[in-house]
């Protein structure tokens, strides 16, 4: 696949220092000092995840959102591919030396495709289990209870996007972008991969377009429950649904709510896809659509509590 990996996304919030704390607490690292220029609200705050360097900035906007989000892509010939593809569906594009921009216009993000360099990650060391008939793990305590430093999310997974034309933008990731469909959710929703990952960016049916959660990676589930568990030490109210585990992507999951309003995921153990012939897309609904088994998800996860003021444009307060 000519495209493999997102790289950075912009996040918009009307509360960017709280928001940019959060995602600190969260196991992102801060990269440098605040920027803006005089003229902008607050200044913007910019994260580096473990492996994928800085993927997350996070400006000022009047309510929460997905300013930018960004693709890497091999060699110029990838970004002349998807110029011509996007220009097939009327779809203005903006070409420079080393990306292509364009809006879908369901989502109204500004998807930037660019040359980037493939990341490589170094693999965390497998854990050891004990299992019925297969004691891997001799006189020794499990290293998951180990561990004591702060969890650093490896790097940015996914993104789920509301759109108020699901089809268009599906069109739009898929034939003008070049992401390939890895599972459906009947009538609602298309998990789409630019990468191996199972899926780099989900698209729902929603009454307005915004951003629903991000998700990060970390080694496994004891680094989703160790993070989590610090999250909500500093504040319980942040906790939003987990432990648990996904039937589409198979992994573990716990998701928990910034400041802005916008869910964020812990996950580990993702469906991996190296081979587009071995995968069959599925097509799923009811329960599948949501998870395999944990606690059942709370109404405010399937609609955001702040969903109607979005709809109506109310704006949250700044700081």
Not at 59 to 68: A, D, F, G, M
Not at 147 to 174: M, N
Not at 193 to 213: G, I, K
Request: proline share 9%; with cysteine; hydrophobic share 35%.
């Amino acid at each position: 696949m000519s495209l493999h990996r997102l790289t950075q996304i912009v996040m918009g919030v009307p509360n960017v220092r709280q928001t940019a704390a959060y995602y600190a607490d969260f196991g992102l690292t801060p990269a440098g000092s605040p920027t803006g220029d005089a003229t902008a609200p607050q200044p913007s705050h910019t994260l580096s995840t473990a492996d994928g360097g800085e993927q997350l900035r996070i400006v000022h906007s009047p309510r929460r959102r997905l300013v930018e989000l960004g693709v890497g892509a091999d060699d110029p010939d990838d970004l002349d591919r998807v110029s011509a593809s996007l220009t097939g569906l009327d779809v203005p594009v903006h070409r420079t030396a080393d990306s292509v921009t364009a809006v879908d216009p369901g989502t109204e993000v500004l998807v930037r495709v660019e040359l980037a360099p493939r990341l490589r990650q170094t693999p965390a060391p497998t854990p050891l289990y004990n299992a019925p008939g297969a004691d891997a793990r001799l006189g020794h305590r499990a290293p998951g209870i180990l561990r004591e430093g702060p969890v650093r999310p490896r790097k940015l997974g996914h993104v789920v996007l509301g759109s108020t034309d699901q089809e268009t933008s599906q069109r739009f990731f898929q034939q003008g972008l070049g992401f390939k469909v890895s599972d459906t959710v009947k009538g609602l929703a298309a998990f789409m991969r630019c990468s191996s990952d199972h899926h780099n960016v989900l698209v729902q049916q929603a009454p307005v377009a915004f951003l629903h959660h991000t998700s990060w990676q970390v080694d496994d589930v004891d680094e989703i429950g160790r993070g989590a568990t610090t999250m909500l030490e500093a504040d319980p109210d942040r906790h939003t649904w987990g432990l648990g585990r996904h039937y589409i992507g198979s992994n573990f999951f716990w998701y928990l709510k910034d400041p802005a309003g916008t869910f964020s995921e812990y996950y580990s153990d993702l469906d991996c896809i190296v081979d587009d012939a071995l995968w069959k897309p599925g097509v799923f609904e009811g329960m599948k659509s949501l998870y395999a088994w944990g606690p059942p998800p709370p109404p405010s996860f399937l609609a955001p509590e702040d969903l109607a003021a979005l709809m109506t444009g109310a704006h949250a307060p700044t700081e």
